[in-house]
């Protein structure tokens, strides 16, 4: 009896049919509306260190969140601030309910304006408040804008928490980030 191949096509199909699918997620990702081209613009800038931005904080938002994700900290950070290796933390919201899928522009600094129950904390200009790109005159720089989702429903953190604190209490509790980086240069004065 010849089967010209028949045979391994059989045995194929059939070995298919009995394979359960598997579910492929999406990925968790994060973006940052009202950018040109990904960069910042003069709306999100700072206003002071001779900036002249008006310091109004970007509309940033996330989807696919991980399974098991029961609190999202977002964090806006730059790794090319000249602080010695440190970057910059210019934005970090706590305790964002996994339901919430985005933090409005203008937000900062309006309770109301935020997600229910989240907080701003500090950032390394020293205020619980959003504060835009300020890179020294003639440099570029790149603003990691990171949500993370965490295990915990929310951080021991309040308004006067350092950037350093938040990071410590997230320590082990992160079950999946996304990253967007933006950027921003400053004219030579």
């Known amino acids: 009896m010849e089967f010209n191949g028949l045979l391994p096509a059989v045995?194929?199909?059939?070995?298919?049919a009995t394979v359960p699918a598997i579910a492929v997620a999406d990925a968790f990702t994060v973006k940052v509306?009202?950018?040109?081209r990904?960069?910042?613009?003069?709306e999100q800038v700072y206003g002071r260190f001779g900036c002249h931005g008006e310091n109004i904080s970007p509309r940033i938002s996330w989807s696919h969140v991980p399974a098991g994700t029961k609190s999202i900290v977002?964090?806006?950070?730059?790794?090319?601030?000249?602080?010695?290796?440190?970057?910059?933390t210019h934005w970090q919201v706590a305790n964002i309910a996994p339901t919430q899928t985005s933090i409005e522009k203008g937000a900062s600094g309006n309770a109301r304006s935020l997600p229910a129950g989240a907080i701003e904390t500090l950032t390394d200009f020293?205020?619980?408040a959003y504060g835009g790109p300020c890179p020294p005159p003639g440099e570029s720089h790149r603003y990691i804008v990171t949500a993370?989702?965490?295990?915990?429903?929310?951080?021991?953190?309040?308004?006067?928490s350092s950037p350093a604190l938040v990071a410590y209490q997230m320590h082990g509790k992160v079950i999946g980030q996304?990253?967007?980086?933006?950027?921003?240069?400053?004219?030579?004065?």
């Open 11 to 16: 045995c194929c199909t059939a070995l298919l």
């Open 33 to 36: 509306d009202g950018l040109t």
């Open 38 to 42: 990904g960069r910042f613009d003069n």
């Open 74 to 88: 977002i964090t806006i950070h730059d790794p090319d601030a000249p602080t010695g290796g440190l970057g910059w």
């Open 126 to 128: 020293g205020a619980s």
């Open 148 to 160: 993370s989702a965490l295990s915990v429903a929310s951080l021991d953190v309040n308004a006067d």
């Open 178 to 189: 996304a990253r967007y980086v933006a950027r921003y240069h400053r004219s030579a004065q």
